[in-house]
């Protein structure tokens, strides 16, 4: 999945074993860093009451350069970027 350079929609589910049902409990638009790049993984934790979500981003042709933003998403659906990606580009 390619990174956008605008925004990150994540859907948040609940999960239903035994029926084999999920529900989108929330759906947040999270401003994306503006990296081009490949998403390569993410990782999710419970934080007092609230969902921490780290993005791994693969940088286009920098083989293997991972760089990773951290959020914090309340139950509200607000968003607070704890670890912003640091990168300079080059290029401007």
């Known amino acids: 999945m390619e990174h956008p ?5 994540v ?5 239903n ?3 084999n049902n999920q529900t989108i409990i929330k759906d947040i638009q ?8 490949y998403v390569q ?11 921490s979500l780290g993005v791994d981003i693969e940088m286009k042709a920098m083989d293997g350069i991972v760089l ?14 704890v670890a912003p990606v640091k990168f300079i580009d080059i290029y401007q």
């Not at 350079?5 to 929609?9: I, L, S």
């Not at 859907?11 to 999960?15: E, K, N, S």
């Not at 990773?68 to 970027?81: M, P």
Request: aromatic residues 2%; charged residues 30%; positive net charge.
């Open 17 to 19: 074993a035994e029926s």
């Open 5 to 9: 350079a605008d925004k990150v929609r």
């Open 68 to 81: 990773r933003e951290s959020f914090l998403i309340s139950v509200d659906g607000e968003v607070k970027v």
């Open 41 to 51: 993984d993410l990782s999710l934790a419970v934080v007092n009451n609230q969902l």
């Open 30 to 37: 999270i401003k994306s860093p503006g990296i081009k790049g």
């Open 11 to 15: 859907l948040i589910t609940r999960a």
